[in-house]
Antibody, heavy 122, light 110 residues
Framework: QVHLQESGPGLVKPSQTLSLTCSVS??????????WSWIRQHPGKGLEWIGY???????YYNPSLKSRVSISVGTSKSQLSLKLSSVTAADTAMYYC??????????????WGQGTLVSVSA | QSVLTQAPSASGTPGQRVTISCSGS????????VNWYQQLPGTAPKLLIY???QRPSGVPDRFSGSKSGTSASLAISGLQSEDEADYYC???????????FGGGTKLTVL
C-alpha cells in the first residue's frame, strides 16, 4: 500500500519560490505503471491539478501554471519535488501529492497524501 | 469557474437516495473516463468511483456512478450521516492535456 507524505515550509514570502517535497513509501516513483502529481486546493475551494511526472521523467503541467512550476524526482527516487516560483497570495492553498494510475489510457489520481498548507504572506 | 459543472450543494435525509451530477463537454467527459472523489471534512480526497462506475475495494455498494455523453452522475443510496462530505468529479481533458476537477458538491445529511 503506497503512502505519500508532503512536507515543506508553511509560510512563503511573496515573489519567492515555494518548494515542497513528497515522500513516497510502498512504491518507487521510477517504476513503471504510475505517474505522480501535485494538486492544490485554495481555502474553501475546489481542486486544481498542477501537473505530473511520469515514470520516465516526462512532465506535464497545467497551462495556467506552466511558466512558474517544476516537478521533479529526487535522487533517492522515493521523493517527489514541487517548485512554484514568483508566488503571490493567490498561491495560498493546501498542496497534495498523489499517485496516478492509468484509467482508460489517461493517468488520474488514485492515492493522495494528507496535504500540506502553504500560506504566502510577507 | 470549473469546466466541469457541479451543483455547489445537495442534501438528503438518512436512508434517502441522492444524485450528484457533473456536466462537461466532448474534450473531457465526452471522450474520457470519469472518477469521483470523496473529501470528508478536514481530510484529503479519497477515490470513490473510477472508470465511470467501478468501486475501489472497501467502498460500499451504496455508491454508484454512471456516465452518459458529456455528463456523469454519482448516486448514493441509503444515505448515512457519515456520507456528509464534498464530492468531486474528475476526468482527463484532451485540450488541457491534464486532469480536470469539477467544482465540487457539498453534501449535507439533514
Amino acid at each position: 500500500q503506497v503512502h505519500l507524505q508532503e512536507s515543506g515550509p508553511g509560510l512563503v514570502k511573496p515573489s519567492q519560490t515555494l518548494s515542497l517535497t513528497c515522500s513516497v513509501s510502498g512504491g518507487s516513483i521510477t517504476s513503471g505503471g504510475y505517474s505522480w502529481s501535485w494538486i492544490r486546493q485554495h481555502p474553501g475551494k475546489g481542486l486544481e491539478w498542477i501537473g505530473y511526472i511520469d515514470y520516465r521523467g516526462s512532465t506535464y503541467y497545467n497551462p495556467s501554471l506552466k511558466s512558474r512550476v517544476s516537478i521533479s524526482v529526487g535522487t533517492s527516487k522515493s521523493q517527489l519535488s514541487l517548485k512554484l516560483s514568483s508566488v503571490t497570495a493567490a498561491d495560498t492553498a493546501m498542496y497534495y501529492c498523489a499517485r496516478e494510475s492509468p484509467f482508460g489510457g489517461n493517468y488520474m489520481p488514485d492515492s493522495w497524501g494528507q496535504g500540506t498548507l502553504v500560506s504566502v504572506s510577507a | 469557474q470549473s469546466v466541469l459543472t457541479q451543483a455547489p450543494s445537495a442534501s438528503g435525509t438518512p436512508g434517502q437516495r441522492v444524485t450528484i451530477s457533473c456536466s462537461g463537454s466532448s474534450p473531457n467527459i465526452g471522450n474520457n473516463l470519469v472518477n469521483w472523489y470523496q473529501q470528508l471534512p478536514g481530510t484529503a480526497p479519497k477515490l470513490l468511483i473510477y472508470s465511470n462506475n467501478q468501486r475501489p475495494s472497501g467502498v460500499p455498494d451504496r455508491f454508484s456512478g454512471s456516465k452518459s455523453g458529456t455528463s456523469a452522475s454519482l448516486a448514493i443510496s441509503g444515505l448515512q450521516s457519515e456520507d456528509e462530505a464534498d464530492y468531486y468529479c474528475a476526468t482527463w481533458d484532451d485540450s488541457l492535456n491534464g486532469v480536470l476537477f469539477g467544482g465540487g458538491t457539498k453534501l449535507t445529511v439533514l
